[in-house]
């Protein structure tokens, strides 16, 4: 193909961006809830594809978790510095509640019939 014929290349997303996606996956579905039947059947399927990345942030939301949990137990072993131990045991404790989400979605995705 012609170089000159090619559209040009969509330009990389900032790192800002790059880690909002690492992170959190609401960028992948689409609003199943608007549109016509069509629509709204359209964005189901697009969903229940994008439920198969749903473990891959399951297992990094339960890697941070269980990371930040062991930084927290050995700050408060090593000095028993309480108000340090929290900056790692805080954030370990919010992982729970991520994770639940991120299952009920996956589990939703999977398990749940269509909207029509």
Do not use: C
């Not at 960028?27 to 749903?54: P, Y």
């Not at 949990?69 to 028993?80: P, Q, Y």
């Amino acid at each position: 193909m012609n170089e000159l014929m090619m559209p040009p290349a969509p330009p990389a997303p900032g790192f800002r961006t790059l880690l909002y996606r690492y992170w959190f996956f609401a960028w992948l579905f689409r609003d199943a809830g608007r549109g016509t039947v069509f629509e709204r059947s359209a964005a189901w399927r697009h969903n229940r594809e994008q439920a198969r990345w749903l473990p891959t942030y399951l297992r990094r939301w339960s890697t941070l978790g269980v990371v930040l949990f062991v930084l927290g137990a050995l700050v408060e072993l090593a000095g028993g510095a309480a108000l340090l131990a929290a900056l790692f045991f805080v954030p370990s404790a919010i992982s729970v509640p991520v994770n639940a989400v991120i299952s009920v979605a996956w589990l939703g995705l999977k398990l749940l019939p269509g909207p029509l």
